[in-house]
């Protein structure tokens, strides 16, 4: 009897085990790892990660924006003289209308009508002279009509090519705003389930400059003006900056021109060893996706990243690509 209970016992935990068995696998007890929310340490690994990975994806639209401003540019000279030249095909229109409407009033000019209507020798050379300035002159009338023409249809032509090159990069530019946003707002959402704020605190008070003479000192105040200001991708202040928003106007503070990528400015720039480093120059990281401006000290202040503002970090903050002075 106590045999067959057992016997009874154990095909009872059998067929609850094959049930269990028999579940789905995406039924998942409460508390398993799956279901566990991750740790602030690998939340932050993931912001630092998209961060770094969005920051390329901004540095690229910057380079985008800097082409359609010089498209633009082009733009506006090439209309510039496309107008200039309108005006002068006109007045070349009206100059062969004019000859064609004496060309029917009178008739054509020939040597022959010349010869028969000429008085004496002297009305004859005469004649001959006019008519023969009179040919001359509608001949480069007609050669300056026509290369006008040829010049109107070239730079229509270049123009033309420059509006379709522009929106290509307008339509280009905004399938990359699309992909910014959506990344922006999921980097927000996961710096608010860490930190409690989508952004971080602009931190009140700052350190003033130190004084330091020259252009470089210049560029050193500048920044140090900007700490605490958020970062704002693809801006170069006055309210926000990108990482190269922020270096671009520093250096344009002190009238020099830089280009709104990282990568292009480590082109624009001499570039130095680590003994040569002076306040004011610009330290390149890895990828060349981000700079930042060198303020002594082993230190720099730049535009980090998403939810962040203009701080001072270590130097050795990132892998270094190397150091440039504009």
């Given at each position: 009897?106590r045999d067959?209970?057992?016997l009874?016992?154990?095909?009872a935990?059998?067929?609850?085990?094959?049930a269990l068995?028999g579940?789905?696998s995406?039924v998942?007890?409460p508390g398993s790892?799956?279901?566990?929310?991750?740790?602030?340490?690998?939340?932050q690994q993931?912001?630092?990660?998209q961060s770094?990975?969005?920051?390329?994806?901004?540095?690229?639209?910057?380079?985008?924006t800097?082409?359609?401003?010089?498209?633009q540019a082009?733009e506006?000279?090439l209309?510039?003289?496309?107008?200039?030249?309108?005006?002068k095909?006109?007045?070349?229109?009206d100059?062969?209308?004019?000859?064609?409407?004496?060309s029917?009033?009178?008739?054509?000019v020939?040597?022959?009508?010349?010869?028969?209507?000429?008085?004496?020798?002297?009305?004859?050379?005469?004649?001959?002279?006019?008519?023969?300035?009179?040919?001359?002159?509608?001949?480069?009338?007609l050669v300056?009509?026509?290369t006008?023409q040829?010049?109107y249809?070239t730079?229509k032509?270049q123009?033309?090519?420059?509006?379709?090159t522009e929106?290509?990069?307008?339509?280009?530019l905004?399938?990359?705003?699309?992909?910014?946003?959506?990344?922006?707002?999921?980097?927000y959402?996961e710096?608010?389930?860490?930190?409690?704020?989508?952004?971080e605190?602009s931190?009140?008070?700052?350190p003033a400059?130190?004084?330091l003479?020259?252009?470089g000192?210049?560029?050193?105040?500048?920044?140090?003006?900007?700490l605490?200001?958020?970062y704002?991708?693809g801006?170069a202040g006055?309210?926000?900056?990108?990482c190269s928003?922020?270096?671009?106007?520093?250096?344009?503070?002190?009238g020099?021109?830089l280009?709104?990528?990282?990568s292009v400015q480590?082109?624009?720039v001499?570039h130095?060893?680590?003994?040569?480093?002076k306040?004011?120059d610009?330290v390149?990281y890895?990828?060349?996706?981000h700079?930042?401006?060198?303020?002594g000290?082993?230190k720099?202040?730049?535009?980090?990243?998403?939810?962040?503002?203009?701080?001072?970090?270590?130097?050795?903050?990132?892998?270094?690509?190397?150091?440039?002075?504009?």
């Open positions: 009897m067959a209970r057992r009874l016992h154990l095909l935990v059998g067929i609850l085990m094959g068995v579940v789905g995406d998942i007890a790892p799956a279901e566990a929310t991750p740790s602030a340490s690998s939340l993931q912001i630092k990660e770094k990975a969005l920051e390329a994806v901004v540095e690229q639209y910057n380079g985008v800097e082409q359609l401003k010089a498209n082009k506006n000279k209309a510039a003289d496309l107008g200039s030249l309108k005006a095909l006109a007045g070349a229109q100059a062969v209308a004019a000859i064609a409407s004496q029917y009033m009178t008739g054509p020939d040597s022959f009508t010349t010869l028969i209507s000429a008085q004496s020798t002297t009305d004859l050379l005469e004649s001959l002279t006019v008519m023969d300035q009179f040919a001359s002159t509608r001949r480069q009338e300056a009509f026509n006008l040829q010049q249809g730079t032509m123009l033309d090519n420059v509006i379709a929106n290509a990069e307008r339509n280009n905004a399938e990359q705003k699309k992909t910014i946003t959506a990344k922006l707002n999921k980097l959402q710096r608010k389930q860490l930190y409690g704020s989508a952004t605190s931190g009140g008070s700052h400059a130190p004084y003479p020259g252009r000192g210049k560029v050193v105040s500048f920044a140090y003006a900007q605490g200001k958020p704002g991708w801006d006055p309210g926000s900056y990108d928003g922020l270096t671009m106007a520093a250096y344009r503070s002190v020099v021109t280009y709104h990528k990282a480590w082109t624009e001499s130095l060893s680590r003994s040569e480093l306040p004011g610009l390149f890895s990828g060349l996706s700079v930042a401006i060198y303020i000290s082993n720099v202040i730049h535009a980090p990243t998403f939810g962040e503002v203009v701080k001072i970090s270590p130097i050795n903050m990132e892998s270094i690509y190397g150091y440039g002075r504009p």
